[in-house]
């Protein structure tokens, strides 16, 4: 009972490096979805996937990208990691609205990443 | 654009009664969720509401009044490890499926 599963938990980071941060769900959902959490900010979109091979942009979408690769996985890079990314990161998935309406998303325990 | 209001922090009594409050101003409105989040994990889901009036699930009730903008979360004889944030969120239903967005969360302490 794995569900959505982070690697890795904690990172740190100087300004100017790359990393990737991998999201893997065992849950067969459609949907996949990245968001930030930053304290008075609450939880706020990056970008989701609704399916193998698509993703779009979310609410905050800048300095980031994703690839969805495998319908088990979602990557999120940093190509250049900037102070302002120092943040949680947490990884969402759900069913499709088409074929379970309005299930709730299931979130990974977050990856804490600190730049510097 | 959207808009989530919640109080910051509450703080309330073991075995005691507590109700956090959310509105929101969002177009294309199609449910709320609330979320719990202890400090430092995830956010794991409570309830849903997508019509007005009252969901109750054990000791937790979720309200939604759509005409008014509002719903409230109810948590009734408190328990210490319900210290946590609640995250209201509104689904807005988009060609990108079903996308939220959070409130800032409140803070729940619960003391003896």
């Known amino acids: 009972n794995a569900g959505v599963t982070q690697t890795p938990k904690f990172r740190v980071l100087k300004t100017g490096q790359s990393m990737t941060l991998l999201c893997a769900q065992d849950m067969n959902h459609e949907y996949m979805y990245w968001y930030r959490q930053d304290p008075g900010m609450g939880l706020r979109l990056i970008h989701y996937s609704v399916g193998e091979g698509t993703t779009a942009k979310g609410e905050v979408p800048d300095g980031y990208n994703v690839s969805r690769l495998k319908k088990q996985n979602f990557l999120l890079g940093l190509e250049s990691a900037a102070p302002s990314q120092t943040s949680v990161y947490f990884c969402?998935?759900?069913?499709?609205?088409?074929?379970?309406?309005?299930?709730?998303?299931?979130f990974g325990d977050g990856t804490r990443l600190s730049i510097l | 654009g959207q808009n989530i209001d919640q109080p910051t922090e509450m703080t309330a009594t073991e075995g005691a009664i507590v109700q956090i409050n959310c509105t929101y101003q969002?177009?294309?409105?199609?449910?709320l969720f609330w979320y719990q989040q202890h400090a430092g994990e995830a956010p794991t889901f409570l309830s849903y509401n997508v019509l007005d009036g009252l969901e109750e699930k054990g000791r937790f009730s979720s309200f939604l009044s759509r005409s008014k903008g509002y719903s409230y979360l109810l948590l009734k004889e408190l328990q210490m490890k319900d210290s946590a944030s609640y995250l209201c969120a509104v689904i807005r239903i988009t060609g990108g499926g079903n996308k939220l967005t959070f409130g800032t969360g409140t803070q729940l302490k619960v003391e003896l």
């Open positions: 969402a998935s759900s069913y499709s609205r088409i074929r379970v309406p309005n299930q709730p998303q299931h």
């Open positions: 969002t177009s294309g409105f199609n449910g």
